[in-house]
């Protein structure tokens, strides 16, 4: 697989259709009140940067990285087409993500994942990346739907 990441076009309809799978996953997931993926809109934010993953012309999947402050990143809108999980796609954008964060000077990035079941694939990447369960941070507040997680560089 020729897989390349580069800067996510988010006008594109694919490109759109993607981060709507990826809401749709969320939401049948988490309760609404505990979901905290960003809408297109969010993504549009200039505090966050998007990227996307690519299989030659194929978009199998994204991952986006979120400004908290000049020293803390924040992990944002990691999805992988369900067709493409199991073949550490999500730890090479991960790896891409971490890699900029380094890049940008953040001495931690931190992130929110779900305490359900079916976010455990995702807990388990992040705890073997070096991530560790922390407090709630940025305007977060403490929810049983919600684990957070942090490391430092």
């Not at 020293?71 to 992988?80: A, L, N, V, Y």
């Not at 900029?100 to 000077?105: F, Q, T, W």
């Not at 369960?133 to 919600?146: H, M, Q, R, T």
């Amino acid at each position: 697989m020729a897989v390349t990441i580069q800067g996510a076009n988010l006008d594109t309809p694919e490109f759109v259709a993607l981060i709507e799978t990826h809401a749709e996953l969320m939401l049948s997931l988490s309760p609404p009140g505990s979901c905290h993926f960003l809408p297109m809109e969010g993504l549009r934010d200039p505090a966050v940067t998007v990227w996307e993953m690519r299989n030659g012309e194929e978009l199998i999947g994204c991952g986006g990285l979120k400004e908290l402050s000049a020293t803390h990143g924040e992990i944002k809108s990691m999805h992988t087409l369900a067709a493409k999980r199991g073949a550490g796609l999500g730890r090479k954008m991960l790896d891409h993500v971490m890699d900029e964060a380094r890049r940008r000077g953040y001495n931690r990035l931190s992130l929110e994942t779900g305490s359900m079941d079916g976010f455990k694939p995702s807990r388990s990447l992040y705890l073997s990346c070096g991530f560790e369960i922390c407090a709630p941070f940025a305007d977060y507040v403490e929810d049983p739907n919600s684990v957070f997680m942090t490391r430092t560089f």
